[in-house]
């Protein structure tokens, strides 16, 4: 996690180098480790989960070098088969086709099992807290039908809140994008794909999501069942191949990515697997093209922009602060942060082409070439703007 050592004299950090194939969890293939303790002679190597910090979430643990016994082999293939979604895409998109042609009174939705209802499962459900009635409108919003996931050391849900989702989708219409890859971010796709379906709009989308809830509501060609801590598609070639045509489409142009990683995750970890997506939306461009990134918004704590700019050197932070609906220290209100919320943006598109909301506040400094916050003057010595804590 970091090259440091705590003041305990240990600390972990991830091995990205290793070519050595992975073992893999129910979250897919696992990353190695190396915990080190100060005045050992070297550290000990092992894999762990990529996606869950608390091991009560996934206990995987395999010392590097060590072979794995069969019956340990045939436990973590059951724990596998057992966290697999119950029906696989295919059978999802299937079974929402039939939901939709029922009658609004028969169309029910199980909150405690998150599950689309057809009423020949109903009665197995009887126990359980179901919304009786589902509309067509809800099916295209199901951030409204979903209880968001509460767990900060897997994966924690944080929703956009109505103003923030509005200055994302008109940032990317305004700079001329035609679709986004929205990967974690589903309050922002699933807005698209409704007012594309209502033909308010030609814009699209793709979700890559590690919560695989969204499939039941999407076409294989919207959602894939993705981890972004190892860049791996749960559903196999299937799944990637739809992510291949959605960043190659109009020879890879016209496309933004926006991204809204747990906030707990190894800043290393996901820019390596943010360059994955960069290489295959790279072998999509004609040869003459020189870019080999992504226009990429990704939303991440000011605290943390140091390790961003380290492993990606392009990117640089916005003064906007990012807020969510469903946490209480990240949004306007009695119990938000003094300054607002800590949740920041990071582009690799040049800063001044990303105009912030003058309603707001927010103001375009000319030395510095970019908006800024009413708070964050223009600092002579420093020559530029230099305030980012905010608090």
């Known amino acids: 996690m970091s090259d440091r050592l705590t003041s305990a004299g240990c600390g972990v950090e991830v091995c990205l180098t290793s070519e050595a194939p992975a073992p893999h969890c129910p ?12 005045g050992a002679p070297s550290g000990e190597k092992f894999y762990a989960c990529s996606a869950c910090r608390d091991r009560k979430e996934c206990s995987f643990y395999l010392r590097y070098g060590e072979k794995m016994s069969e019956a340990r082999q045939e436990a973590w293939a059951n724990i596998t088969a057992a966290s697999q979604p119950t029906y696989t ?3 999802f998109c299937k079974r929402l086709v039939e939901f939709r042609a029922l009658p609004m ?23 359980h807290r179901v919304l009786q009635t589902v ?10 039908l979903l209880h968001p996931r509460e767990n900060k050391k897997t994966n924690a849900q944080y ?21 986004v890859l929205c990967v974690g971010v589903p309050r922002l796709h699933e807005t698209i794909q409704s007012q594309r379906a209502a033909r308010l709009s030609q814009l699209d989308s793709l979700l890559l999501d590690i919560d695989h809830r969204h499939a039941q509501f999407y076409s294989e060609e919207h959602f894939c069942h993705y981890n972004m801590f190892n860049h791996h598609f749960f559903d196999g070639g299937s799944a990637s ?12 142009t016209g496309i933004v ?15 390596h697997c943010m360059k994955k997506l960069f290489s295959l939306w790279k072998e999509g461009l004609p040869d003459s093209c020189q870019e080999t990134e992504i226009p990429t918004l990704w939303i991440f704590p000011y605290f943390m922009e140091q390790r961003i700019v380290d492993c990606l050197p392009s990117f640089r932070m916005l003064d906007y602060k990012v807020e969510y609906e469903n ?29 912030l909301p003058q309603k707001e506040g927010y103001r375009f400094c000319d030395l510095c070439r970019r908006y800024v916050a009413p708070e964050n003057r223009h600092c002579q010595k420093c020559n530029c703007c230099t305030s980012k804590c905010m608090e």
């Open 27 to 38: 979250h897919g293939p696992t990353l190695l480790f190396e915990r080190y303790i100060r």
């Open 89 to 91: 895409h295919k059978q």
């Open 105 to 127: 009174s028969k169309r029910r939705f199980c909150e405690s099992c998150s599950l689309l209802l057809l009423p020949a499962e109903w009665e197995e459900h009887s126990q």
């Open 135 to 144: 509309t067509l409108d809800q099916l295209t919003r199901p951030t409204h």
């Open 159 to 179: 929703l956009f809140s109505e103003k923030t989702l509005q200055f994302f989708l008109s940032q990317v219409q305004q700079l001329g994008y035609d679709r």
């Open 241 to 252: 191949d739809a992510c291949l045509q959605f960043l190659h489409r109009n020879h890879g």
């Open 257 to 271: 990515m926006v991204t809204d990683p747990p906030f707990g995750g190894l800043v290393e970890v996901l820019c």
């Open 327 to 355: 946490h209480p220290l990240y949004q306007e209100g009695p119990k938000s942060k003094k300054r607002g919320s800590p949740v920041r943006i990071f582009t690799n598109l040049p800063t001044d082409r990303v105009v």
